[in-house]
C-alpha cells in the first residue's frame, strides 16, 4: 500500500487548474473553505458534503485506561473527538478500485 499524502499547495493547484482563478485566489478560496469547516467543527456543528461524507465532533467520557507497559490504570480525561462517516457514493467508489 502505497503512502500518499495531498498537501494545501496541490490542492490549491487543483483548484487553479479547474477553475480558473489566479494561484493566489485559489490558495485564498481554499483557506477560507477549510477556515469554514474548522470553525463549524469547533462550534460542535456538523459539516455534510454531498457525495462526499460529513464531519462531526463526538464528546467522550471519562473512563479508565490502562497502561499497556506497567498495567497500572489510568484515568483518561473526558474529551472531544472529530468523527468523519463517508458517504456510500465515496464508499463505492473507494472499493471500486480492489
Do not use: C, H, W
Not at 477549510?34 to 461524507?53: H, P, Q, R
Not at 463526538?58 to 490502562?66: A, H, N, V
Not at 489510568?74 to 467508489?93: E, G, N, T, Y
Amino acid at each position: 500500500m502505497s503512502e500518499k499524502t495531498i498537501t494545501r499547495a496541490q490542492l490549491t493547484e487543483a483548484v487553479y487548474q479547474e477553475v480558473g482563478l489566479s494561484r493566489n485566489e485559489s490558495a485564498d478560496l481554499l483557506e477560507s473553505v477549510l477556515d469554514m469547516i474548522a470553525d463549524t467543527l469547533a462550534n460542535d456543528e456538523t459539516v455534510k458534503i454531498s457525495s462526499f461524507g460529513s464531519f462531526s465532533v463526538r464528546s467522550k467520557g471519562e473512563r479508565i485506561g490502562r497502561n499497556p507497559k506497567t498495567g497500572e490504570e489510568v484515568p483518561i480525561l473526558p474529551r472531544k473527538v472529530l468523527v468523519f462517516r463517508p458517504s456510500q457514493v465515496l464508499k463505492a467508489r473507494i472499493n471500486e478500485n480492489n
